[in-house]
């Protein structure tokens, strides 16, 4: 576990590392291999759909994304060594101070490139993944900060499907007609912003709220089911991606996802709402 957040430390530093460094201490290439020569000393030498050789010495990290690292009998690395979708070869002779990580994904190495050509078809797939990353992100700071409610919400739509499915039909017949309403007021014209607003938290938030319930699924049966909540939401999330590129039942799981999470969200309100009330009598 411990090298997956090394690999995901590395990763967000790679996207807030600038394409040109100002330090000239530093390798990085983006698309093509990264050499340090026997004799030579870099801070960092970073690869993207490249490989990072190392004859001479890093004094901190040599990551190489979509590509090797080799490391020659006379390589030192002060830090760490990172390879994704590739390997790390290490010669005799060669010292690394820090941890290995070796993260050896089948396809990466011939997806990186496709990533970094300048084509209307790369430029689509990169934004998608991109999109991807960054929901991701999201999602995993929503969970981390707030786990109780999407725990809730996971726990209802388990536990209570029928109720999840009356209150989902129940909101969003009540969805329409409130904005019809709202638009015919003068004061209600400015709340309609707020409505989208709030209905749009509900979409997200149970949808994500399913999404750690389907990866608690995968977990478990992957006999895993210790797994923490951040990791069943990320596979949960991964599982929906992939399965939204099916034509039509893509869609259609998305939908239902959608629909089932926003019951989730309001029966969970609700229950909470009425569980406070009850203990505010006791």
Request: net charge positive.
């Amino acid at each position: 576990m411990k090298a997956y957040f090394k690999l995901i430390a590395v990763i967000l530093a790679l996207v807030l590392f600038p394409l040109v460094s100002a330090d000239a201490r530093d390798k990085v290439r983006i698309g093509g291999d990264v050499v340090v020569e026997e004799g030579t000393e870099v801070k960092d030498a970073v690869a993207v759909g490249g490989s990072v050789t190392v004859n001479g010495k890093v004094r901190d990290s040599a990551v190489a994304v979509g590509g090797s690292v080799i490391l020659g009998p006379g390589a030192v690395i002060g830090k760490d060594v990172v390879s994704v979708g590739g390997a790390v070869k290490q010669a005799p002779g060669s010292k690394i101070h820090g941890d290995v990580v070796e993260l050896n994904i089948p396809g990466v190495s011939a997806i990186i490139p496709f990533f970094l050509e300048d084509t209307s078809s790369s430029w689509f797939w990169t934004f998608k993944f991109i999109t991807l990353l960054g929901f991701l992100a999201l999602a995993v700071l929503m969970v981390a900060v707030l786990p109780t409610p999407f725990n809730l919400i996971s726990n209802n739509v388990q536990q209570n499907l029928g109720k999840v499915i009356l209150w989902a039909v129940l909101g969003l017949v009540v969805l329409v007609p409130l904005a019809i309403f709202l638009a015919i007021s003068v004061i209600g014209i400015p709340l309609i912003a707020l409505e989208v607003f709030l209905v749009g938290i509900a979409f997200l938030a149970g949808y994500i709220a399913i999404a750690q319930l389907i990866g608690d699924k995968i977990a478990t049966l992957m006999k895993r089911p210790a797994l923490n909540v951040i990791w069943l939401t990320v596979m949960g999330l991964l599982t929906l991606w992939l399965i939204g590129w099916v034509p039509f039942l893509g869609s259609l799981v998305k939908g239902v996802v959608i629909v089932l999470g926003f019951g989730g969200v309001l029966l969970t309100l609700f229950t909470s709402r009425k569980r406070v009330q009850v203990e505010t009598a006791l």
